[in-house]
């Protein structure tokens, strides 16, 4: 779907979109199993439902925000993106993703908008480093995303094999985790918006804060229980999220990323 702009909206319990590549409006294009994939639209999210709202608090946000479904990302975009995250606002994210964008140089069009596809890893690091330096993507984004850039260039299975069924969640949440300017929370977030495992659990100081309202008194201890760490929404340590991940693991089972995604939805407004 990367060499298209597609135009989406909902209507009634219908999907319809539009579709521009290279010369524009592409009509004959069909996209439809794509975007059912992106959506995530073949998830059996009735039963997902069910089961998660054995937990009166994620029951209330589901009866919130129903409507809401996790994405199937490209992998490497995804993963890109993400570390554009850190310490970063929602606009802030999506003018460093835009700028990336325009290192492919090649633009898809609809109508009188145009975008760049977002370029692959060969590209980014084909770049250069003055190229990057000159997108100002702040902090030491452009580091890290060179150095991603570099080591995918030489071995572009890297997420497919991640992706497998043969690695669980967290083998693939611990993966990614080692690699410079990604940590737990970044590791689980692409973990489950683009490698299929959607009990990965992303952890930052919303779900913290959302946690807090659910009962939390068979979270394993330590010097301070972890209960109170996480009631208390200071900063969780890496162990501390790994354990807060694992606990919501066995709480809500194998859909544990829906949880999150809900719980996050429902405590957002409060910001």
Same mark, same amino acid.
């Given at each position: 779907?990367?060499?298209?702009?597609?135009?989406?909206?909902?209507?009634?319990?219908?999907?319809?979109?539009?579709?521009?590549?290279?010369?524009? =409006?592409?009509?004959?294009?069909?996209?439809?199993?794509?975007?059912?994939?992106? +959506?995530?639209?073949?998830?059996?999210?009735?039963?997902?439902?069910?089961?998660?709202?054995? /937990?009166?608090?994620?029951?209330?946000?589901?009866?919130?925000?129903?409507?809401?479904?996790?994405?199937?990302?490209?992998?490497?975009?995804?993963?890109?993106?993400?570390?554009?995250?850190?310490?970063?606002?929602?606009?802030?994210?999506?003018?460093?993703?835009?700028?990336?964008?325009?290192?492919?140089?090649?633009?898809?069009?609809?109508?009188?908008?145009?975008?760049?596809? +977002?370029?692959?890893?060969?590209?980014?690091?084909?770049? @250069?480093?003055?190229? %990057?330096?000159?997108? /100002?993507? @702040?902090? /030491?984004?452009?580091?890290?995303?060179?150095?991603?850039?570099?080591?995918?260039?030489?071995?572009?299975?890297?997420?497919?094999?991640?992706?497998?069924?043969?690695?669980?969640?967290?083998? =693939?949440?611990?993966?990614?985790?080692?690699?410079? @300017?990604?940590?737990?929370? %970044?590791?689980?977030?692409?973990?489950?918006?683009?490698?299929?495992?959607?009990?990965?659990?992303?952890?930052?100081?919303?779900?913290?804060?959302?946690?807090?309202?659910?009962?939390?008194?068979?979270?394993?201890?330590?010097?301070?229980?972890?209960?109170?760490?996480?009631?208390?929404?200071?900063?969780?340590?890496?162990?501390?999220?790994?354990?807060?991940?694992?606990?919501?693991?066995?709480? +809500?089972?194998?859909?544990?990323?829906?949880?999150?995604?809900?719980? +996050?939805?429902?405590?957002?407004?409060?910001?």
């Amino acid at each position: 779907m990367s060499k298209y702009l597609v135009h989406i909206r909902q209507v009634d319990d219908r999907i319809e979109y539009r579709v521009g590549g290279t010369d524009g =409006a592409r009509e004959d294009v069909d996209l439809s199993e794509t975007l059912s994939r992106y +959506f995530r639209l073949d998830d059996p999210i009735d039963r997902i439902h069910s089961k998660l709202r054995q /937990n009166p608090v994620v029951a209330n946000a589901i009866n919130q925000y129903s409507g809401i479904r996790l994405l199937r990302q490209d992998r490497w975009e995804c993963l890109v993106s993400y570390v554009c995250s850190s310490t970063n606002s929602i606009p802030g994210i999506q003018q460093c993703v835009e700028k990336i964008a325009g290192l492919s140089h090649r633009v898809v069009r609809l109508d009188h908008e145009k975008r760049y596809v +977002f370029p692959n890893a060969h590209e980014i690091a084909s770049a @250069g480093r003055t190229s %990057i330096d000159q997108l /100002n993507l @702040g902090l /030491n984004r452009a580091d890290n995303i060179l150095l991603l850039a570099g080591e995918f260039d030489r071995d572009p299975r890297i997420l497919d094999r991640l992706a497998s069924d043969d690695v669980t969640g967290v083998d =693939a949440v611990r993966e990614l985790d080692h690699r410079k @300017g990604i940590g737990p929370k %970044i590791a689980s977030c692409v973990a489950l918006m683009c490698l299929d495992k959607l009990d990965a659990f992303p952890v930052d100081r919303w779900i913290q804060r959302a946690l807090s309202q659910c009962d939390l008194s068979s979270m394993p201890r330590n010097r301070r229980t972890l209960a109170e760490r996480v009631a208390a929404v200071g900063r969780l340590t890496e162990p501390q999220q790994y354990q807060v991940a694992e606990w919501a693991r066995n709480h +809500f089972g194998n859909y544990a990323g829906y949880a999150g995604q809900y719980l +996050f939805h429902w405590i957002e407004p409060v910001k």
